[in-house]
Nanobody, 116 residues
Framework: QVQLVESGGGLVQPGGSLRLSCAASGINFRLYVMGWYRQTPGKQRELVAHITYGRTPNYADSVKGRFTISRDNAKSTVSLQMDSLKPEDTAVYYC??????????WGQGTQVTVSS
């Protein structure tokens, strides 16, 4: 059974930081691109960042320079360090695992709220 378990969301003031983590089980982690989407009510889901097994990261323009994605292949985890947070970063963040020829796997989502 595949599981992606997220942690680390919460409430933070503008300019603050949060770190999201996602622990994967039930998949051959090294075969998967790992990443994060986010979604707010009434808006299209946005790809925030993803990272290959070789640790090549890619970011949405809206988070470049503020967010850092990383993965620990030995522990089957992926993390998203979010700095200089803005109110517009408020969303539910979903961890995903993706590989060619397979279905995507998703975490349950974790709420991030940026507000004073």
């Amino acid at each position: 059974q595949v599981q992606l378990v997220e942690s680390g969301g919460g409430l933070v003031q503008p300019g603050g930081s949060l770190r999201l983590s996602c622990a994967a089980s039930g998949i051959n982690f090294r075969l998967y691109v790992m990443g994060w989407y986010r979604q707010t009510p009434g808006k299209q889901r946005e790809l925030v960042a993803h990272i290959t097994y070789g640790r090549t990261p890619n970011y949405a323009d809206s988070v470049k320079g503020r967010f850092t994605i990383s993965r620990d292949n030995a522990k089957s985890t992926v993390s998203l360090q979010m700095d200089s947070l803005k109110p517009e970063d408020t969303a539910v963040y979903y961890c995903f695992a993706r590989r060619s020829g397979s279905v995507d796997y998703w975490g349950q989502g974790t709420q991030v709220t940026v507000s004073s």
